[in-house]
C-alpha cells in the first residue's frame, strides 16, 4: 500500500516536471525565435532576400534592446555583409570594407602614395621597425634604413596597437601627394628626425639579371596593372644585353590581375593560339586567343612550385600546352577560378568568384594545378636543372 502510495507521488511530480520542461521550450522559442518562419503544405516558400532581411531585423532590434555596449551601426552593417558572404563557403568570394578595397588595390595596382617602408612590430621593445624599403621610394632617398625605429610621426607618439593608424598618417589619409612628414627615428641608440615627402610609390613586381652563358632570368613576384609592360621591359634589356634564353621564375607568385597573365603569353604564343578558356554559371564558354604575332621566340623554361597560383597557372599552362617553354618545379597550387569586382554605393567592393577556366587544351586546373615537365622540389636544383636545360 505504501508503496503505491509513493508510485502515485513519483507519477505527479513526473508530470509537473514534464509539462514545466514543455512550457518553458514553447515560451523560450516565442520569446526568443520570432524570426524563425514555419512553412505549412500549400504555402509559397519565403524568399531568400525575405529571410535575411527578418532575422537581421530581429537580431538588430534584440541588441538595441539587450545589448549593454555601444553599438556602431557601421561596424554592424559591414560584419552582416561579411558573414552573408562568407556562408558561401568560398574562400575566393569576399566582401571588402573601403579601408580593404584601398588595400587591395594598392596590391593590385602597384602604385600608392607613401613614403616606401615596410614595417613589423618590435613587441620586445613595444616600437615599430623598419624591415626594408623600396627601391627609388622617398624613404630610400631620405636615408632611412632597415631596424631603423619609428617613436614618432610629426611629434606623435605611436606603439606597437597603432600600426594601422601610423600608417595611415604617414601615407596621407586623401593621398597627399608632395607634402612633408617628420619622423623621429631611433638608430644604434641615437634619436634624430627625418623629413620625408609624400610622393607615388611603385611597387617592382618584376625583377631580371643576366646568368652565365647569356641566359636570362626574369622573376615574376605579382601581376598588377602594370606588370605585362614592365616584363616586356625588362625582356629587352635582357635581349640587348645578349641574353639567348630565358627562364621565368613564378615560384610563390600568388597571381594577380588575369589580363596582364594574358598579355605576357600574347607575348610567346602565335596569332590566334588559345591561351584561355573560360566557363561562367550558365556554362557559356568564353575563349581567349593570342592577338598579335610571337614576339619571344627564345628558348625559355618556367620555375614554379605549389605556391604558383591562379593568374600564375593560366600562364605556366598557355605557355606549357603551346610548346612555347617547359615547366620546372613543383605541381602548381590548383586555383582554377576567376573573381569579378564589383563596386558598391558604400565604397566597398564585392568579389565574386564569377568563373572557372580551363588550359588551352581544355585541362581543369582548379584543385589540380599544372604538372611540371620536371618534378623537382629543392629550390636551388629547380634553377640549376633550368640552367642545364637551357644550356643544352
Known amino acids: ?126 616600437t615599430i621597425k623598419i624591415i626594408d624599403t623600396i627601391s627609388d621610394s622617398p624613404a630610400e632617398k631620405a636615408g632611412l634604413k632597415e631596424e631603423d625605429r619609428i617613436l614618432k610621426v610629426d611629434g606623435k607618439e605611436y606603439n606597437i596597437d597603432q600600426l594601422d593608424e601610423l600608417v595611415d598618417y604617414v601615407q596621407g589619409e586623401k593621398g597627399e601627394e608632395g607634402t612633408e612628414v617628420t619622423l623621429t627615428i631611433l638608430r644604434d641608440g641615437k634619436t634624430f628626425d627625418v623629413k ?66 594574358l598579355e605576357i603569353a600574347d607575348l610567346f604564343c602565335d596569332k590566334d593560339e588559345t591561351m584561355l578558356i573560360t566557363m561562367d554559371k550558365k556554362e557559356n564558354k568564353d575563349i581567349k586567343k593570342a592577338k598579335e604575332p610571337q614576339t619571344i621566340t627564345m628558348p625559355t623554361i618556367l620555375l614554379t612550385n605549389k605556391d604558383t597560383a591562379s593568374a600564375s597557372e593560366i600562364l605556366a599552362a598557355a605557355l606549357k600546352e603551346n610548346d612555347k617553354a617547359e615547366i620546372v618545379g613543383e605541381t602548381t597550387f590548383g586555383k582554377g577560378v576567376i573573381q569579378e569586382l564589383i563596386y558598391l554605393s558604400n565604397g566597398g567592393a564585392l568579389k565574386v568568384t564569377s568563373a572557372e577556366y580551363y588550359t588551352p587544351n581544355e585541362n581543369r586546373i582548379n584543385e589540380i594545378g599544372v604538372k611540371p615537365d620536371y618534378e623537382i622540389s629543392d629550390i636551388e636544383e629547380q634553377l640549376n636543372k633550368a640552367i642545364e636545360l637551357l644550356n643544352k
Open 196 to 261: 620625408v615627402r609624400r610622393d607615388t610609390v611603385h611597387l617592382k613586381y618584376v625583377q631580371s639579371t643576366m646568368l652565365k652563358n647569356n641566359i636570362g632570368y626574369i622573376e615574376l613576384v605579382s601581376f598588377d596593372e602594370d606588370c605585362s609592360k614592365d616584363f616586356l621591359d625588362e625582356y629587352n634589356e635582357l635581349k640587348k644585353d645578349g641574353a639567348k634564353a630565358l627562364i621565368i621564375d613564378l615560384r610563390d607568385n600568388g597571381g594577380g590581375l588575369v589580363d596582364q597573365a
Open 1 to 126: 500500500m505504501k508503496e503505491n502510495i509513493m508510485q502515485a507521488i513519483y507519477k505527479v511530480l513526473m508530470v509537473i516536471v514534464v509539462v514545466a520542461i514543455i512550457t518553458f521550450v514553447v515560451i523560450s522559442v516565442v520569446n526568443y525565435d520570432n524570426s524563425v518562419k514555419f512553412i505549412l503544405p500549400g504555402q509559397d516558400e519565403v524568399s531568400l532576400d525575405e529571410q535575411i532581411e527578418g532575422t537581421i531585423s530581429r537580431i538588430t532590434k534584440i541588441l538595441e534592446e539587450e545589448y549593454i555596449g555601444e553599438i556602431n551601426n557601421e561596424d554592424l552593417i559591414n560584419g552582416a555583409i561579411k558573414g552573408l558572404v562568407n556562408g558561401l563557403g568560398d574562400e575566393y568570394t569576399e566582401y571588402y570594407t573601403p579601408e580593404d578595397l584601398k588595400a587591395f588595390e594598392t596590391s593590385t595596382l602597384g602604385s600608392y602614395v607613401g613614403i616606401g617602408v615596410y614595417l613589423q612590430v618590435d613587441t620586445e621593445n613595444n
